[in-house]
């Protein structure tokens, strides 16, 4: 191989009559052409630059009449029209697509469909042989969240508690307040957990009124 | 917080006596809940000082002596633990069992002043409590004195 050759120092120099030499001469000048370009090309637009920013943006003209400011409207309307093309384009598909699918006869092409043929040729303890049943449950109960579960009715069950614990303090504190106002001859016109009655509606701060 | 929002919370046969001031039973409870919950503190202070000696000697490790420093360790937590509860969220642990909130006259929730002078009020002289049951506005010696109020409410939120 040439390529090896030209990497192996110790091997001997082609022919140069051989045609692979000429084809590997060729690829060293278009290479050292490439590289030559790109180094002019780079301090061409080093050279260039400040020459086609005053060519696209010319002193004591406006900002709407520079070159540069047309360019960019013509791309921005480039864009625009490009954009619009793929949303017609799209349309036009959905309603290819749908047209398709409205001319199909689904029930023609059920009914022509052999179901309980298709069915004797299904291999079902195959099917569920290849499910793997243990790893499936597993995935369930972790989907599930049963300590959330366990935890909520928790949560329930001593909210409940407690409610009962306070409705009972309450009943408490009533009854003895009415033994303390009868013993006292103290007279009260409501009491808080007195069912006769229809319920009056207080002032949120009718406790905290007055002294 | 408004008591409509509250109600939302409440079960509906509990709706009616909603800011009204609380009994003696209800306020005896939670009291005596708070009296747990210090005397819980107090016994992990105890074990925290306990500990300390015993890692610093433990040939002869220091048991606080219960007889002078009970008095003391029950005033040093209890007062910072009521206070903090009542301006904080104006519950204690207590309270907020029972379904109770300490508010001033405004029906508001207490300062940390206020509350810190109904803690040592408490403390000191607990029996004051009892004044409520014969008060016909249901207010112990401390809520007489420092024109504060134990009222229902058992919406679980933080009171403004």
């Known amino acids: 191989m040439q390529l090896q050759a030209a990497t192996d120092p110790s091997a001997p120099p082609p022919e140069l009559n051989d045609v692979t030499v000429v084809v590997d001469i060729a690829a060293d000048v278009a290479s050292a052409a490439a590289h030559s370009a790109i180094v002019i090309a780079r301090a061409g637009k080093q050279i260039a630059a400040p020459f086609v920013g005053l060519a696209l943006r010319p002193p004591l003209v406006p900002q709407k009449y520079w070159p540069q400011t047309k360019l960019q409207a013509m791309a921005a309307r480039g864009r625009e029209r490009s954009h619009d093309q793929a949303k017609l384009l799209s349309d036009a598909i959905g309603i290819v697509v749908a047209k398709v699918i409205s001319m199909i006869d689904m029930n023609e092409i059920i009914a022509k469909i052999d179901i309980e043929n298709v069915i004797a040729q299904l291999d079902i303890e195959a099917i569920v042989g290849r499910v793997d049943i243990a790893a499936l449950a597993k995935q369930v109960i972790e989907d599930v969240d049963l300590p959330e579960i366990i935890r909520d009715s928790s949560d329930a069950v001593v909210s409940e508690t407690v409610a009962g614990v306070r409705m009972r303090a309450v009943e408490a504190d009533e009854r003895i307040t009415r033994i303390v106002d009868k013993v006292l001859l103290r007279k009260r016109e409501i009491y808080t957990t007195r069912t006769e009655q229809p319920q009056q509606p207080q002032p949120e701060d009718a406790a905290h009124d007055g002294v | ?160």
């Not at chain 2, 919370?9 to 747990?36: S, W, Y």
């Not at chain 2, 909130?101 to 409590?129: I, K, W, Y």
């Open chain 2, 1 to 160: 917080m408004t008591a409509s929002e509250g109600a939302l919370h409440v079960p509906a046969r509990a709706r009616r006596f909603q800011g009204e001031r609380a009994g003696i039973v209800t306020r005896f409870i939670a009291a005596a809940t708070d009296l747990a919950v210090v005397i819980g503190l107090i016994a992990g202070l105890y074990a925290v000082i306990f500990g300390v000696s015993f890692i610093l000697r433990p040939r002869h490790p220091h048991w606080p002596e219960l007889g002078w420093s009970l008095p003391a360790a029950l005033i040093i937590v209890s007062v910072p633990y009521l206070a903090l509860s009542w301006a904080t969220t104006g519950r204690t642990r207590g309270n907020a069992l029972l379904g109770t909130r300490v508010v001033n006259r405004r029906g508001r929730r207490v300062g940390l002043l206020l509350a810190t002078v109904r803690a040592v009020f408490c403390v000191v002289f607990p029996v004051g409590l009892f004044w409520c049951v014969v008060s016909s506005k249901k207010r112990s010696v401390q809520d007489v004195l420092l024109r504060t109020s134990v009222i229902y409410d058992w919406e679980h939120g933080v009171p403004e």
